[in-house]
């Protein structure tokens, strides 16, 4: 390698051979092979399926030699455009999980784990990867003349040349999704370098911009005869900085085919983060075959999607312009769920789907189709408790829309009024700022958002197609902001949030009536009713339930636990204190928790086992929360959300107190009873009260009940739910909610 150019890149500018630079050349660092198309199926007039296919090879080295290792994967997916499926397949190297390991353990990059690492870690440590991600049970195999990859039997591609038409064959297998391609590939051009001179950030690349398909597919045991369009590209690592080879890298990529029969590629990279404005390198070729490159490209997002997966942001419709070209186009993807998961790439994803656009080239106007590849160098938050501010964020955009303070008389007669609705008399805005200003005075301060965490998480961990529960979120935050704003005017709370609480701002009665529309709005902005008759009613089943019995809840936690001290003062046995506070937060926390999970079973239409374990898993979480939210009470929270040591102001019998009240020696127990039945707290007393506490390590025990019993949960759910990235957020929420401090 000279230092401006590779010696294993084809000569500088020129039409590379297609023939040999298509081999595998161990010289590269990374290397892979891409093809792309839009089928239409017989009898069919326009695309209603669409492929595309990545074949993987990296060095360990950044430099490779002949006793270097290399590591294979492919990445593919069949998309079903007419019913917005995204079959997605990831295949890796048998060494993958040994490598992604090193990568992690602490003994070995001296960084503690972060977020859902620790979960990953766990899982390849059993000898498993999140789906689609499989692991090959052989080394890929490549055949130089001609040339072929092949792993397993999953992945495979085979080239041939006949004189001077160049074939591409595909046969890819994903039997979790009951999915068989098999499609080829012919040239109908000269390949086209991209770039100035073939290198575009340290990769050469070229590609054919445009072939035609043939071939078929089978979903579900279903044949489809398909021909289409199609597109190849080759690209070769020449770079020995980290910046070329490594994942820490973003990109936007789009291969657009025009309905003037030209063809677009278009790339931005960067190694931070990619701005909403970026300029792009575009080439364009023609239909005399003629290649054009422009650097006036200016690509412009307008519209973004946020998976509840990956809680990745990715462009869904952009704006395009570029004066040398006459261009000015709109482009949106055909639907936006469309990112595949895997393990080796920064946020646990990335975006590759199919774009549809119109717009003006040259004067003419146009349409066209391609597709966008969009990859991130990282996940928006390195830590669970960055996740949850993105949660917080993603979830108060959902509940603007279904608590709007600025709603129309029409948006108000729909959506709150129903049937009674009489149309005159009372403008919107005196139904905002009595019923929806109180409440989102609650929302905008932020909370920890885990409700809906575990709620989206569920349903698509249960779901193998992406499962957009966006509308749901409005049950598990509105259901809890109602609770939270009742529960502080029963409790005479001061502090919600950092903040007044609702009823200290906008007083007892409005937010009473606030609070509690709340558990009625719930269900409608869901739109419950718009679900299938059978789904809609064990939906509504489910909710009222668990309504029901936290107010059940509610009524034992007012009426208090006096009536067991006695007893428990007097011998120390605090088994039944115990299963009284388990009953009340049940009925209070962990059932509205599990109820949730329940319900993504119902709308994922999961089996009756894994039902059970499901809900179990939201009940055992819930309860966990309110047992360690009982310890950080003594302890204290940062940032001010609560007052410290609120629950022994109140005289309230939590966990921490049940605990020490088992610990405690008879004139102790005496001591912190008195304590806590003074009406009125010095300062003193509340010290004297946490001491005691303390003394017999009760908040430690606390988190070890908490940790116990979410562990021992885990190991009934481990084995009945396919292994996913949602299902490890479900294992980060476990060990977060116990190890938190806020």
């Not at 990296?58 to 430099?63: F, L």
């Not at 792009?280 to 290649?291: A, H, L, P, Q």
């Not at 409005?474 to 502090?495: F, K, T, Y």
């Not at 996913?724 to 294992?731: A, I, V």
Request: some cysteine.
């Amino acid at each position: 390698m000279n230092e401006d150019w590779p010696q294993h890149f084809p000569p500088r500018g020129t039409v590379p051979n297609a023939e040999l630079y298509d081999q595998c050349i161990d010289a590269c660092s990374l290397q892979w092979w891409y093809a792309n198309a839009h089928l239409m199926v017989k009898g069919e007039d326009r695309p209603s399926l669409a492929f595309f296919v990545s074949f993987f090879r990296r060095a360990e080295e950044s430099c490779p030699t002949i006793t270097t290792k290399h590591h294979d994967a492919c990445m593919w997916a069949l998309i079903d455009l007419k019913h917005q499926k995204y079959y997605a397949d990831s295949v890796l190297d048998p060494e993958s999980i040994e490598q992604l390991k090193l990568q992690l353990d602490p003994a070995v990059t001296g960084r503690k784990l972060e977020h859902v690492e620790a979960a990953l870690l766990e899982l390849l440590n059993k000898g498993r990867v999140p789906r689609p991600d499989r692991i090959l049970k052989n080394k890929a195999v490549y055949t130089q003349q001609p040339f072929s990859i092949t792993l397993d039997d999953s992945c495979a591609m085979r080239v041939a040349q006949k004189g001077p038409v160049r074939q591409y064959a595909f046969e890819m297998r994903n039997t979790a999704d009951d999915v068989y391609v098999r499609l080829y590939f012919k040239t109908q051009q000269q390949p086209v370098f991209h770039g100035k001179d073939g290198r575009v950030n340290g990769m050469y690349y070229y590609y054919f911009p445009s072939m035609r398909v043939t071939g078929f597919v089978v979903v579900k045991g279903v044949k489809h005869e398909v021909k289409g369009l199609g597109w190849y590209d080759r690209e070769l690592d020449g770079s020995v900085s980290e910046l070329g080879r490594d994942a820490k890298y973003s990109w936007s990529w789009l291969s657009l085919h025009l309905s003037n029969m030209s063809q677009l590629n278009m790339f931005h990279g960067t190694s931070g983060i990619e701005p909403d404005t970026r300029k792009m390198i575009v080439v364009e070729t023609r239909t005399d075959g003629s290649r054009h490159y422009h650097d006036d490209v200016v690509m412009q997002t307008k519209k973004t999607w946020s998976s509840l997966v990956t809680f990745m942001q990715y462009p869904v419709e952009f704006h395009i312009c570029s004066a040398s070209m006459g261009l000015d186009v709109t482009i949106h993807t055909v639907f936006d769920a469309q990112e595949l998961g895997t393990v080796l790439v920064g946020g646990a994803g990335f975006y590759e789907g199919v774009v549809e656009g119109s717009g003006v080239c040259g004067g003419e106007a146009l349409t066209m189709r391609g597709f966008l590849e969009c990859k991130k160098n990282a996940a928006p938050y390195s830590s669970t408790s960055e996740l949850l501010k993105c949660i917080g964020s993603y979830v108060h955009g959902a509940l603007e829309e279904v608590y709007p303070l600025d709603a129309s008389d029409s948006w108000v007669s729909e959506n709150v009024l129903g049937r009674n609705a009489i149309n005159r008399g009372v403008p919107a805005d005196k139904v905002c700022d009595t019923l929806f200003r109180p409440v989102r005075s609650m929302i905008d301060r932020g909370g920890k958002s885990w409700r809906s965490l575990v709620l989206v998480s569920c349903c698509n961990a249960l779901s193998r197609q992406y499962f957009d529960c966006r509308r749901y979120i409005a049950v598990a935050e509105l259901l809890h902001v109602g609770s939270l704003i009742i529960d502080d005017i029963q409790d005479n709370s001061m502090v919600r949030r950092g903040e007044k609480c609702v009823h200290v701002e906008y007083g007892v009665a409005t937010a009473i009536n606030a609070g509690s529309a709340c558990y009625f709005m719930a269900p409608r902005a869901a739109r419950i009713q718009d679900l299938p008759p059978e789904k809609a009613s064990r939906i509504y089943q489910l909710y009222f339930d668990v309504l029901l019995a936290g107010h059940a809840g509610q009524g034992l936690d007012i009426y208090g636990l006096d009536y067991l001290m006695p007893k428990v003062i007097e011998t120390g046995d605090v088994s039944t204190l115990f299963d009284a506070l388990d009953a009340i937060h049940t009925y209070k926390t962990g059932g509205a928790v599990g109820t949730l999970c329940a319900m993504a079973c119902v709308l994922c239409e999961a089996p009756a086992a894994l039902s059970e374990a499901v809900e179990k898993f939201g009940l055992t979480l819930g309860l966990a929360f309110q047992i360690v939210d009982d310890a950080l009470n003594i302890r204290g929270f940062e940032g001010n959300l609560k007052e410290a040591a609120e629950d022994i102001k109140d005289g309230k019998i939590t966990y921490p107190i049940a605990i020490a009240m088992g610990r405690l020696g008879a004139a102790d127990r005496h001591t912190l009873w008195v304590i806590l039945r003074k009406p009125t707290k010095e300062a003193a007393d509340i010290r004297d009260a946490v001491e005691l506490i303390m003394k017999v390590e009760a908040i430690t025990e606390c988190l070890l009940i908490a940790r116990h019993r979410l562990q021992e949960m885990w190991d009934s759910l481990d084995p009945l739910l396919e292994d996913s990235f949602p299902k490890l957020m479900m294992r980060t929420l476990c060990s977060f909610l116990v190890e938190r401090t806020y």
